[in-house]
T-cell receptor
Framework: DQQVKQNSPSLSVQEGRISILNCDYTNSMFDYFLWYKKYPAEGPTFLIS?????DKNEDGRFTVFLNKSAKHLSLHIVPSQPGDSAVYFC??????????????FGKGTKLSVKP | DGGITQSPKYLFRKEGQNVTLSCEQNLNHDAMYWYRQDPGQGLRLIYY???????QKGDIAEGYSVSREKKESFPLTVTSAQKNPTAFYLC???????????FGSGTQLSVL
């Protein structure tokens, strides 16, 4: 049973427009959420995170929104650039302040930003 | 530059053979992890270690073994008991705490 779901396997966006990547989770005990970006044949790189005590975190072009009542988070990229084309993984943690060995990852969404 | 080094980048395994994937980090992180990624799937945790000489099983530990004799090193052995070893293997490290994971560039393992 998937605890972290990214229901859109792929997303295509025009350069300069907004990209919105969605993530749903089932376990209300998750207390920390992260987004990672991954290029082919490379390891994921950390993008942005949010604690469950917040509903928004912003870092440059990237903003993550958390809706705890809906068990939903989203990553907004504005404006989208061709270099943003990658697979984006949503991850959730059950143990904020502890080991991240218990990070639960979604299956990823492949974002394509077209010039 | 600090980082995580995985080797080799590509590895082939014959039937009945054990193979070992290397992971070294110079970030002075306490915790290290091994994940497996299959096409179209998320990352699944194989093993993790929060301290030298100690490690715990993740969600899919069967058919794998690890050691943590040094803080910098966390090698993963894929044993012959792992019947479906073809996958992309990722090593990661972090400080114990709410810190982000740092990943290596991965090893693609294939079966001959």
């Amino acid at each position: 049973d998937q605890q972290v779901k990214q229901n859109s396997p792929s997303l295509s966006v025009q350069e300069g427009r907004i990209s919105i990547l969605n993530c749903d989770y089932t376990n209300s005990m998750f207390d920390y959420f992260l987004w990672y970006k991954k290029y082919p044949a490379e390891g994921p790189t950390f993008l942005i995170s949010i604690s469950s005590i917040k509903d928004k975190n912003e870092d440059g072009r990237f903003t993550v929104f958390l809706n705890k009542s809906a068990k939903h988070l989203s990553l907004h990229i504005v404006p989208s650039q061709p270099g943003d084309s990658a697979v984006y993984f949503c991850a959730a943690s059950l143990n904020y302040g502890g080991s991240q060995g218990n990070l639960i990852f979604g299956k990823g969404t492949k974002l394509s930003v077209k010039p | 530059d600090g980082g995580i080094t995985q080797s080799p980048k590509y590895l082939f395994r014959k039937e009945g053979q054990n193979v070992t994937l290397s992971c070294e980090q110079n970030l002075n992180h306490d915790a290290m992890y091994w994940y497996r990624q299959d096409p179209g799937q998320g990352l699944r945790l194989i093993y993790y270690s929060q301290i030298v000489n100690d490690f715990q099983k993740g969600d899919i530990a069967e058919g794998y073994s690890v050691s943590r004799e040094k803080k910098e090193s966390f090698p993963l052995t894929v044993t012959s008991a792992q019947k479906n070893p073809t996958a992309f293997y990722l090593c990661a490290s972090s400080q114990v705490g709410p810190e982000k994971l740092f990943f290596g560039s991965g090893t693609q393992l294939s079966v001959l």
